[in-house]
């Protein structure tokens, strides 16, 4: 058989010299030569190939689809995201059609499964099984692309009810403020919150006490349903024990002063978590500073509780007596004058002045029967290690040598008494009783038998 030269783009017959078909026109390559008509066949349309590609590629991304998105590795996709650093917004839907969840939703959700693996792995196993858990459910609700379902997990909406002690406060919710208004309920002030998507949130209540402002913030769990939770205001109330002058300092903050008596009640004062509270008093030219002490657990409510009954505190200066430990030394010094045998309270001991005057003060008394420090005026701090006092001492005496006998009582008012602190020994001494005039500051005369 001859062989023939035909147009690929027609297939009709051409001659061996033709370089364009004189049929179709088109331009004959030299690479066709050879090929007969019998061998040849017409090339198919390139959207046929087109067409096969593509359908192709969407069968494989059905069936890739259909593996991706089975129910059990949608799951598992969530779990990972939940316990993981994914977003699990994609994930949530609410029993709610109302209730839109937000990204800020979803985060706080996701926060109320922080470091919880175990129970993200309970929830799986449930939902494998076809069960619901703790009032989540997995469901199918809508589809990917139009063709495969799409699996999340369904929640009831939380509600919450925030609850506080005074009227006028303000609430917040992760920092933005919620504008309801307050409302008078059984247990205090409070308002309703929601619809919200379960989860984690950071709620705060800002108001007033003593003129200051306060803040309490609580972060909770909210569960679907409904909640509650208090944001007390917490307030401290106590008294403060010390001289007379001293300033009262919270947090290194002036409170104020202690009256004549040596006392300040503090009422209604913000609680916070660190407390710290001091006196400072003058030390001849220089300030010095008590002891701090942790006044952050004395919430008590000063309405419930009476005044006389608050719970008292007393802060020590570093070798600044207090008024019961100077009444004390003073009793022990007099004790030791009268007695004349011991002088251990006294500096110098024997050899103290002032101790030698009193052992001669109470040999030069007659007929006396008791006596005692009625009273300590003040006490002035000269430096760290020394104080002045100032206190009355009381005297009883007894006459039997009259026909009825008498009780005479008088009261003296001792001046400039020192106390020195011995810092090697922890100790306080007298250096001085101080000095009284000769003029009682008042008398008294009794019988024997009538009460003071």
Partial sequence: MSTSKFCPNCGQAVKQTDKFCQHCGAKLEQAQQGYSRTASKKPLDKKWLILGAVVLVLLGAYLGGRSYYQPNKQLERFTTALVGKGDVKSYLVSSDQNLKITAKDAAAFKKSFANSQDQVATMKQHFLMGSSYAGYSWVKSGSHWLIFPAYKLQVNPAYVTLTTNKRGVKFYQDGKAITKKQATMANGYGVKVGPLFPGQYTFTAKGKASGKPIVVKQTKVLAAGNNDLALELATVNFKVEGQAGQAVYINNEKVGTLDKEGEKVIKNYPASAKMKLYLTTK????????????????????????????????????????????????????????????????????NNDSYNELVAFFKSLHNLSSYEVEDIKSISPESTTKVKVSYAMKYTFINYDSDSERKKIQQFTYHDAEIVYDQKDNTYKLQSVGKTGTKADWERTYSADEDD
């Fill in 283 to 350: 030390a001849g030219n220089k300030e010095i500073k008590s002891e701090v002490v942790d006044v952050s657990g004395y919430t008590y409510n000063y309405q419930d509780v009476d005044e006389d009954d608050l719970p008292e505190v007393a802060p020590k200066f570093k070798g600044l007596i207090s008024k019961d430990e100077a009444e004390d030394l003073l009793e022990s010094a007099f004790n030791e004058g009268e007695d004349g045998s011991s002088a251990a309270s006294f500096v110098g001991e024997e």
